[in-house]
């Protein structure tokens, strides 16, 4: 029962840490765009990579 309780109370510590990340408004994490862009990650257009795996998706449900 000791061990149900340290791990409980570790467990909640953990929580309200991140919650209190959550409400001091720090940044959300972004991913990288590996330097395309000039830096600037919002992409209009979907990269190759992508554009390939959908349409294998597509033609795997189309079947």
Not at 30 to 44: E, F, T
């Amino acid at each position: 029962m000791l061990y149900f309780g340290i791990t409980f109370v570790v467990m909640l510590a953990v929580i309200v840490l991140m919650a209190v990340g959550v409400i001091f408004g720090r940044k959300a994490i972004k991913g990288s765009c590996g330097g395309a862009n000039n830096g600037d990650c919002v992409c209009v257009e979907k990269c190759d990579k992508r554009k390939k795996l959908d349409a294998e998706a597509a033609e795997a449900a189309s079947h």
